[in-house]
């Protein structure tokens, strides 16, 4: 399994960001696909994640109306565009999937909403 993030960088407040995570190793449709961001000092959080099937969604409180996951299962990518961004929203964000029994993550990719 091979999970590959990118898209992020610096932004301002208010601003956007679309995040993308290639994957491999699996059948991607079959697979719910989630987002999970890390801030300096804090523990791994929850973000969203779209199911396998009919791309259910489900968004944690801090993000819910500002951000969307999506999925494209031909080209075995998934989502995230922020919008609306603000500093609390600076993290790495890491692409997850348990595939196989186990958790699997990418390395991440650095987010940063400062003016």
């Known amino acids: 399994v091979q999970l590959v993030e990118s898209g992020g960088g610096l932004v301002q407040p208010g601003g956007s960001l679309r995040l993308s995570c290639a994957a491999s190793?699996?059948?991607?449709?079959?697979?719910?696909m989630s987002w999970f961001r890390q801030a300096p000092g804090k523990e791994r959080d929850f973000v969203a994640t779209?199911?396998?099937?009919?791309?259910?969604?489900e968004y944690a409180h801090s993000v819910k109306g500002r951000f969307t996951i999506s999925r494209d299962n031909a080209k075995n990518t998934v989502f995230l565009q922020m919008n609306s961004l603000s500093p609390e929203d600076t993290a790495v964000y890491y692409c997850?999937?348990?595939?196989?029994?186990?958790?699997?993550w990418g390395q991440g990719t650095q987010v940063t909403v400062s003016s």
């Open positions: 779209i199911s396998s099937v009919f791309d259910t969604t």
């Open positions: 190793g699996f059948t991607f449709s079959n697979y719910a």
């Open positions: 997850h999937v348990r595939a196989f029994r186990r958790d699997h």
